[in-house]
């Protein structure tokens, strides 16, 4: 299973944050990982909503974790910046079967091996990356 760039992109700031254990500014972080700051602005503001973070203004403002590292289920991230329920595409547009019909055996075998990378993921935490 393979995750898009925004999703790789909130790790890296929800880690850089973690390592910091206190506010960063955006420009700092997107500086320090060759991140383009206008999209990790775009990030950060979903995992604000999300629970991830918080922000503070001012002259030591910035970013910083809503909660401890331990706390942060990478599957969790992804599945706020994606915005999935499910990864698997659907046959049908790859013309490879009928995908609509409950006894399509790769939807079968494809829904168990998300099954597994989900709950994989799920046991991963933010304080494991760091």
């Known amino acids: 299973m393979l995750f898009s760039t ?3 992109y909130a790790v890296v700031l929800l ?3 973690a390592k910091a254990d206190k506010s960063l500014s955006l420009r700092l972080v997107a500086k320090e990982h060759g991140l383009p ?5 775009k990030i950060a503001q979903e995992l604000k909503k999300g629970g991830f973070v ?6 030591s403002g910035g970013y910083s974790l809503a909660k401890k590292a331990q706390h942060i289920k990478i599957s969790d991230v992804v599945k706020e910046v994606e915005h999935v329920k499910s990864n698997i595409r659907n046959c049908t547009k790859q013309n490879v079967c009928d995908c609509r019909k409950a006894s399509c055996d790769k939807k079968v075998a494809w829904n168990k091996v998300e099954k597994n990378v989900w709950e994989s993921l799920s046991k ?3 304080k494991d990356l760091i």
């Open 6 to 8: 925004k999703a790789h």
């Open 37 to 41: 700051y206008e999209y990790l602005e």
């Open 124 to 126: 991963v935490v933010l």
């Open 15 to 17: 880690s850089a944050l």
């Open 54 to 59: 918080v922000s503070s203004r001012g002259a």
